[in-house]
């Protein structure tokens, strides 16, 4: 189970975005949730939720002008260890290196992105980062 240090409510946070993007925003989150590794401390502030490793982001979720962007640092953390896994499941996706830009939850393929959520504990993660500052990865 993760901690919380909520500076507002996951609820006040969706009732302060668009009512178009509260549902999607709900789902993608209540999926990322669900599959975080204990060890990771939420954070919910006015324009974002996250969940990190100490000081180190893992995972975060904003709401953009014209969109949504979910943040998947293990994608570049990780580089091309899940990169392959969520390209088969969506072909095409839109964003970066680590981030996921969509409108509606259903463009994302939400079980891959819970496995790959799922697949580094704390230690792991911050580990990879540090080995990545030494020598970055190539993407």
Same mark, same amino acid.
């Given at each position: 189970?993760?901690?919380?240090?909520?500076?507002?409510?996951?609820?006040?946070?969706?009732?302060?975005?668009?009512?178009?993007?509260?549902?999607?925003?709900?789902?993608?989150?209540?999926?990322?949730?669900?599959?975080?590794p204990?060890?990771?401390?939420?954070?919910?502030?006015?324009?974002?939720?996250?969940?990190?490793?100490?000081?180190?982001?893992?995972?975060a979720?904003? %709401?953009?002008? +014209?969109?949504?962007?979910?943040?998947?640092? #293990? !994608?570049? *953390?990780?580089?091309?260890?899940? =990169?392959?896994? $969520?390209?088969?499941?969506?072909?095409?996706?839109?964003?970066?290196? %680590?981030?996921? +830009?969509?409108?509606?939850?259903?463009?994302? #393929? !939400?079980? *891959?992105?819970?496995?790959?959520? =799922?697949?580094? $504990?704390?230690?792991?993660?911050?580990?990879?980062?540090?080995?990545?500052?030494?020598?970055?990865?190539?993407?």
């Amino acid at each position: 189970m993760s901690t919380s240090t909520d500076s507002i409510s996951f609820d006040d946070f969706i009732a302060m975005l668009p009512p178009e993007r509260q549902e999607p925003v709900r789902q993608v989150w209540e999926a990322v949730r669900a599959a975080m590794p204990a060890g990771y401390t939420e954070q919910i502030g006015p324009k974002f939720l996250q969940y990190s490793a100490g000081k180190e982001s893992y995972v975060a979720l904003a %709401s953009q002008k +014209n969109y949504i962007s979910l943040y998947l640092m #293990p !994608l570049y *953390v990780f580089a091309g260890r899940h =990169r392959e896994k $969520l390209e088969a499941a969506t072909p095409r996706p839109k964003g970066g290196k %680590s981030c996921l +830009n969509f409108k509606r939850a259903e463009e994302l #393929p !939400l079980s *891959v992105i819970q496995d790959i959520v =799922r697949a580094h $504990l704390p230690a792991e993660y911050l580990a990879q980062l540090e080995a990545n500052r030494t020598t970055p990865p190539s993407c």
